[in-house]
T-cell receptor, first 112, second 113 residues
Framework: EAGVAQSPRYKIIEKRQSVAFWCNPI?????LYWYQQILGQGPKLLIQ????????DSQLPKDRFSAERLKGVDSTLKIQPAKLEDSAVYLC??????????FGNGTRLTVT | DAKTTQPPSMDCAEGRAANLPCNHS???????VYWYRQIHSQGPQYIIH???NNETNEMASLIITEDRKSSTLILPHATLRDTAVYYC??????????????FGRGTQLTVWP
């Protein structure tokens, strides 16, 4: 089966600009996650969706980050405006009831 | 909010067994132990998980102590391609279904020729 797809693979922007990341989960996976991974650290959960509803967004900096999952399939994560400390890899993951979590290869964001 | 403790780094000779330890002394009765690994520039990859019994699959074996406060991931015959960061995770939430993963810093395993 196809894995979790993410685009773009790399993105470089200047601070205060906006950026969006796209994720297509594995077909049939109801749960979708966005993680942020800063260099040298483990991934940190930002938001979790169940179908198109938010289950947990307690770690999402809502003043600048937003995410949506329309029709319970694809999802986008947006940052507006970006700060230098947002430089990280943004990982999308999805899971099926009773199974492990499958990750995409992420989008590497550099904010200059 | 990682609930596990792992050594920051380990190394292993190619062809030998790699034994990666993990402490999870505050684990609850309904929480599973999951292991993932992350090869450079890739997303984390699922390896194995368990509740209280030892588990084995084509990639690795998982040994969980009887009191469930620690576990060991065993790669029986390490290869150079096993060089990666290995994460031990206690999965929280309802059973093992909607539970989300909290990652620590993991163990950097280096397999040398």
């Amino acid at each position: 089966e196809a894995g979790v797809a993410q685009s773009p693979r790399y993105k470089i922007i200047e601070k205060r600009q906006s950026v969006a990341f796209w994720c297509n989960p594995i077909s049939g996976h109801a749960t979708l996650y966005w993680y942020q991974q800063i260099l040298g650290q483990g991934p940190k959960l930002l938001i979790q969706f169940q179908n198109n509803g938010v289950v947990d967004d307690s770690q999402l900096p809502k003043d600048r980050f937003s995410a949506e999952r329309l029709k319970g399939v694809d999802s986008t994560l947006k940052i507006q405006p970006a700060k230098l400390e947002d430089s990280a890899v943004y990982l999308c993951a999805s899971s099926l009831e009773g199974r492990g979590v499958d990750f995409g290869n992420g989008t590497r964001l550099t904010v200059t | 909010d990682a609930k596990t403790t792992q050594p920051p780094s380990m190394d292993c000779a190619e062809g030998r067994a790699a034994n990666l330890p993990c402490n999870h002394s505050t684990i609850s009765g309904n929480e599973y132990v999951y292991w993932y690994r992350q090869i450079h520039s890739q997303g984390p990859q699922y390896i194995i998980h368990g509740l209280k019994n030892n588990e084995t699959n084509e990639m690795a074996s998982l040994i969980i102590t009887e009191d469930r406060k620690s576990s060991t991931l065993i790669l029986p015959h390490a290869t150079l391609r096993d060089t990666a960061v290995y994460y031990c995770i206690v999965r929280v939430g309802r059973g093992s279904t909607l539970g989300r993963l909290y990652f620590g810093r993991g163990t950097q395993l280096t397999v040398w020729p």
